[in-house]
């Protein structure tokens, strides 16, 4: 129909789902990725390369950093033990909890301090590292300035993004900086 496959980019939420649709679609030429491959995308092009961490890094960190001891109090070292455990069976809540603190926050949003966060702030610096939250937050920050915006603004005619409903605010504030000619939202209402 006339238009550049190379203007085109569709947004899914997992790379299995990005993988299954450069199948279905069979043109190369259109970009298909993760919001988050997006984002490293345009933070290395701007030259900020950070390692990307994940929860159970912290975890590590968090036991050399706080192990207690064999002289500290048996009760003690039954804690950290006990907390180190909690860390593992729920490390998907926890890294939730401190994702949605993150991107609350980077939008106004006043929000409950989620455990461990102070920790893993101060595990962040040391590493200076970064993770998925920071990534959208960083792009979402660049693109308020022209500098960083240029370089993406009106790149895409059409923007495709898949799982809409789980779209966070700092998400579509960023693709909508884009500038595209079009937008399709693809999502289930029922999921919202």
Not at 32 to 53: E, N, P, Q, R, Y
Not at 75 to 93: C, K, P, R, V
Not at 96 to 102: D, E, P, R, Y
């Amino acid at each position: 129909r006339g238009v550049d496959p190379k203007k085109i980019i569709f947004f899914s939420f997992t790379k299995a789902a990005t993988d299954e649709l450069i199948k279905r679609i069979g043109n190369k030429d259109i970009k298909v990725t993760t919001i988050h491959a997006f984002c490293l995308s345009v933070l290395l092009k701007a030259g900020k390369k950070k390692d990307i961490t994940s929860l159970f890094d912290f975890i590590d960190w968090y036991k050399a950093a706080y192990k207690p001891s064999n002289l500290a109090p048996r009760s003690d070292i039954d804690e950290f033990y006990h907390n180190i455990s909690e860390m593992y069976e729920t490390a998907d809540l926890i890294s939730g909890q401190i994702s949605a603190f993150k991107l609350q926050q980077a939008d106004g949003i006043k929000s409950k301090l989620p455990k461990y966060f102070l920790d893993y702030q101060k595990y962040q610096k040391e590493r200076k590292s970064r993770d998925f939250s920071d990534m959208l937050i960083e792009v979402f920050e660049m693109f308020k300035e022209d500098k960083w915006l240029n370089m993406w603004k009106g790149k895409y005619d059409y923007i495709f993004i898949d799982e809409y409903q789980d779209t966070s605010t700092i998400q579509l504030k960023t693709l909508l900086a884009l500038n595209a000619k079009h937008y399709y939202m693809i999502g289930d209402v029922f999921q919202s």
